[in-house]
């Protein structure tokens, strides 16, 4: 069952952006390290960016860097992930995570908790 709560995807063109919003209903996980993934179909989920739980610290994958931004707001329960200059290959279902451990792994099975995802189109 899912306790996060992936929204704000959509179709955009190449060159556009969104933001990703993560929302933690019920349950706080400002003790976790955040994390976004992403799947496109065919592959395997990746490692997107991961932020740690007081914000302070953040790491990219180097396929995103300079074009995404991870944040939190513990007091709202939220995660996000800025999107700018979207390119096709960007295109996947996107997913919200949380580590208890704080590992700063990119492995996904390293992350306790899941969203069920939102889709990202980016159109050339």
């Known amino acids: 069952q899912a306790q996060l709560v992936e929204y704000g995807g959509g179709f955009v063109q190449a060159g556009g952006s969104l933001r990703l919003s993560c929302a933690t209903p019920?349950?706080?996980?400002?003790?976790?390290?955040m994390g976004w993934f992403r799947q496109a179909p065919a592959q395997e989920r990746e490692f997107v960016a991961a932020?740690?739980?007081?914000?302070?610290?953040?790491e990219y994958a180097d396929s995103v860097r300079g074009r995404f931004t991870i944040s939190r707001d513990n007091a709202k329960n939220m995660v996000y992930l800025q999107m700018n200059n979207l390119e096709p290959e960007d295109t996947a279902v996107y997913y919200c995570?949380?580590?208890?451990?704080?590992?700063?792994?990119?492995?996904?099975?390293?992350?306790?908790?899941w969203g069920q995802g939102t889709q990202v189109t980016v159109s050339s």
């Open positions: 995570a949380g580590d208890s451990r704080s590992n700063w792994s990119r492995r996904p099975s390293e992350y306790d908790v």
């Open positions: 019920g349950r706080s996980f400002s003790t976790y390290l």
């Open positions: 932020v740690s739980w007081t914000g302070r610290s953040t």
